[in-house]
């Protein structure tokens, strides 16, 4: 790895920019905002852009030579667009963020992924248990290591370019655990469904594997110290962010960081083919297994959770947000979450941003009157994701985050 001088004039160009725009004022208004709103204390709905899906419809072009340059350009770009081009809630971080170079294979197996060509999203999954439960059996131990040497080594040459203006943090993000979606990545869908039905005791035990290998994955990474607490500027996996008061646990007795102090984003996309009473039996106990070990929980992605609201997730310990998807009942989880120590992040429809060639604005902001009515006394915000186009209109996102900031002017409580 190297920087030439040419890249190491960008890099630092760059740090300068991003720490200035990090001291800004309203950066420290708004990590004292999301502090408050993670921690049931604030009154104002937060939102957030996720902007990685449609970073080409928005990033400059990269100027760095080297590989290293541009992976450290790109990290300070999507920062410094986001408060440029978007102005939501995201803070500008005075810091260059890097995590251990970590491997966690389930069962050692190597899921490969089949892409039709390139820019495009589609893709399948090649499956590695083609006869369960006979492959079942066969599975080998989970593996799981860490590179400390590349870690180090990025780590220094990051120092080296801008850590006397940006100074290196390490953290871990959040804990992220999807149990069903490694079941699915291995056998399919299909497979999965049959397996549940012609094979319960067998999928039963499958099930309780990937669960204690992902519990005995992240107990490795705490025994080796390589786990950072994430209750500040750090990503949760789903378009929110970690600030929190709440963490680490209050009884700690020493500097050491604990599953239990954590973060972890949670989610079961993968079974919503199945009924509510099919996923408390088979997968329910699997994922509250897991759940116990952590702090906060940030559950689900885009499954509708209301119908496993009541039977299952509001089980979990320290549920902290559960995502209202597009394809959830908004006022049935309205009503569940009134009042609660569960936040309603919402998820709107990404059509409005990245599918209409012409921006809907009559349909966008009934669409979100619908979300304060019926988020109405819950502790909400707002994230927007999956969205992979502008269609040629880059200044939508910032248009609609100030549309819907007027709107929680007018109509919330």
């Known amino acids: 790895m190297n920087i030439t001088s040419h890249d190491r004039e960008i890099l630092r160009d760059l740090a300068k920019k991003q720490l200035e725009y990090a001291r800004l004022p309203v950066m420290d208004e708004r990590r004292k905002a999301w502090t408050a709103h993670n921690d049931l ?18 990033l400059p072009p990269l100027r760095c030579e080297t590989e290293a340059g541009r992976e450290m350009e790109g990290v300070m770009t ?11 809630d995201r803070v500008v971080h005075d810091f260059y963020p890097l995590e251990w170079k970590t491997r966690f294979r389930l069962f050692d197996l190597d899921v490969k992924v089949e892409t039709p060509g390139e820019g495009g999203v589609g893709h399948q999954f090649i499956h590695t248990i083609k006869d ?40 871990n993000g959040s804990a992220e655990i999807s149990l069903s979606q490694h079941v699915v990545h ?18 039963h035990a499958f099930m309780s594997r990937i669960a204690d290998d992902h519990i005995s994955y ?6 080796e110290g390589l786990l950072f607490l994430n209750n500040g500027d750090d990503h949760l996996g789903q378009g929110s962010f970690g600030f929190s008061d709440d963490l680490p646990r ?31 039996e088979f ?10 070990h952590f702090g906060l929980i940030s559950y689900g992605c885009c499954e509708p959770v209301h119908a496993l609201w009541e039977n299952c997730i509001s089980r979990y310990p320290n549920v902290r947000k559960v995502s209202i998807s597009p394809w959830c009942d908004e006022q049935m989880m309205g009503e569940y979450l009134r009042g609660s120590s569960t936040i309603y992040h919402r998820k709107p429809s990404p059509n409005f941003m990245g599918l209409d060639k012409f921006f809907d604005e009559e349909g966008y902001r009934s669409h979100i009157k619908k979300t304060l009515d019926a988020a109405r006394g819950c502790k909400l915000e ?6 992979y186009t502008l269609c040629g209109e880059k200044d939508r996102p910032r248009k609609m985050v100030g549309i819907l900031r007027e709107m929680i002017e007018d109509h919330w409580q």
Not at 186 to 203: L, Q, R, V
Not at 382 to 387: E, I, L, P, Q, T
């Open 41 to 58: 204390k604030g009154d104002i709905p937060m939102i957030h852009v996720e902007l990685w899906t449609f970073e080409q419809d928005v």
């Open 78 to 88: 999507r920062c410094i667009t986001n408060h440029e081009w978007i102005d939501d």
């Open 132 to 171: 369960f439960p006979n492959d079942f059996h066969a599975l080998s131990p989970s593996v799981y290591d860490v590179d400390r040497e590349g870690t180090l080594a990025w780590k220094n040459l990051v120092d080296e370019t801008i850590g006397d203006i940006l100074p290196v943090r390490m953290g």
């Open 186 to 203: 291995m056998m399919g869908m299909e497979a999965m469904i049959f397996a549940i039905m012609d094979y319960p005791d067998e999928f």
């Open 218 to 223: 992240y107990k490795w990474l705490e025994n």
């Open 250 to 280: 209050k009884d700690r007795r020493d500097n050491t960081v604990r599953t239990n102090d954590l973060w972890v984003m949670m989610e079961s996309q993968e079974t919503v083919s199945i009924s509510p009473e099919m996923f408390e």
């Open 283 to 292: 997968f329910f106990p699997y994922y509250k297994r897991t759940a116990e």
């Open 382 to 387: 707002f994230g927007f994701r999956d969205v």
